[in-house]
């Protein structure tokens, strides 16, 4: 990974804070304007395979907008770039203000869910590069048999989604941790060729609506059969551990904040300018 020009800092910071303006929230006017200033940074956002024709492509709506006091999060979005209608790649992008300084900024969080190689570029002239496949599925536990109705289908996604549960470590150092909440309504759902549902990206949230694990199921072949696979993606420095029913599946290690070197993701903060009566 290259990450050049303006440094890394604290982009998603996972120990609680102070939210500054927690005793006066953002108005609507405010909020109309910083959804757009987050729509011009993630259409300014460039993403793209290291090789090969085919290209990601920006979904025009963000999956889910929200806050999360605790952590400072004034307002917030997550973005997805899809290939083939599949998502490659998520992008948070929060107004949050600085626990150091007090003063207003922008935090990101990049994920690819691609595996294939990908890269990012943000107009600042930071770059990231994935060194490996953002996503590995594994196929499910006990999976039922993909089903051939597509609202069999939406239920069994669902249902999977139900049976896996996951806690965030925030701090290390006592071993603080929280569990994590499924939202109760998939971030993205897609088709298959047969325009059948295929897959989904579920998001985990310890705070509000904000997803700081991603779940993708989806329908793959295995063995000459369809079977229903999995895979988890990181949304947060926190540490993670998620269980299917009572089995460990997947784990992911603290990352101290301020550090970005990682081979499937990135997070970092630049300031921002305020919004009117911010």
């Not at 956002?45 to 605790?70: A, N």
């Not at 150091?100 to 002239?125: M, N, Q, V, Y």
Request: hydrophobic fraction near 40%; include cysteine; proline fraction near 7%.
């Amino acid at each position: 990974m290259m990450l050049s020009r303006l440094g890394v800092a604290v982009g998603l910071m996972v120990l609680p804070c102070v939210w500054a303006l927690a005793d006066d929230p953002v108005s609507e006017k405010q909020r109309a304007v910083l959804l757009e200033q987050m729509r011009t940074i993630a259409k300014g956002t460039q993403v793209e395979f290291t090789s090969g024709k085919d290209q990601p492509e920006l979904r025009d709506k963000p999956l889910i907008r929200y806050d999360d006091q605790p952590r400072g999060f004034v307002d917030a979005t997550m973005w997805t770039w899809t290939s083939n209608g599949r998502p490659v790649a998520l992008q948070k992008i929060e107004a949050t203000i600085s626990i150091d300084t007090g003063k207003p900024k922008w935090g990101f969080c990049f994920t690819s869910l691609a595996e294939p190689t990908i890269r990012a570029e943000w107009k600042h002239g930071l770059k990231y590069q994935s060194r490996e496949a953002g996503t590995t599925f594994q196929p499910m536990p006990r999976s039922p048999a993909v089903a051939d109705k597509a609202a069999s289908r939406k239920r069994q996604l669902r249902d999977i989604a139900r049976d896996f549960s996951a806690r965030i470590l925030l701090n290390p150092r006592n071993n603080s941790t929280q569990e994590l909440r499924l939202l109760t309504t998939p971030l993205y759902e897609y088709d298959d060729d047969a325009k059948l549902p295929a897959g989904a990206v579920f998001g985990f949230a310890c705070n509000g609506t904000n997803p700081d694990l991603v779940i993708v199921v989806e329908a793959r072949e295995a063995n000459e059969k369809m079977l229903w696979h999995f895979a988890p993606a990181r949304m947060t420095t926190g540490g993670l551990n998620v269980k299917y029913g009572d089995e460990t599946v997947w784990k992911a290690e603290f990352s101290e904040p301020g550090v970005a070197n990682y081979p499937t993701w990135t997070s970092f903060s630049m300031p921002r300018s305020t919004v009117d009566s911010e």
